[in-house]
């Protein structure tokens, strides 16, 4: 970040300009993780980091107590994904519900990474 810092002063552009908020804002939520953390024994799960290890802990708990349960979300999640590819393959939609689509295209294709990462680890016998 100071080296980014520096380049700012010498020569600003948007981009370098739009990282070093990214950064200030990551910065500042991982350091409100922490303070909650030391103050209360528990996160905030605002940080990416954080939000995707609690989202595969609780993946791995219904793999582990119901796993019918899993498969239905997995199912769900992989008709999620693939009603999202035919939304973003219309012609006539707006820039706009495409971002939208696009957004949730991601969440859903990053939850059926982490799905996939739960089973192996139970075929691996790792949970």
Sequence with gaps: MCELDKELDINPTPEKIIEIVELGIRNRICFSELQCFNQNGKFLHKHPLIQKNSTKAVLIDL???NPQAFLEEH???????SRY???LNRKKAKEKDKLK????????MEKLNLMS???Q???NGNI
Excluded: C, D, G, T
Aim: proline share 0%; charged share 25%; net charge positive.
């Design 85 to 87: 590819k035919s939304y």
């Design 63 to 65: 793999m582990r107590n």
């Design 75 to 81: 199912k769900n999640v992989s008709n999620n994904i």
């Design 121 to 123: 680890e139970f075929r």
């Design 101 to 108: 689509w696009q957004a949730q295209l991601s969440k859903h």
């Design 117 to 119: 990462e739960v089973i």
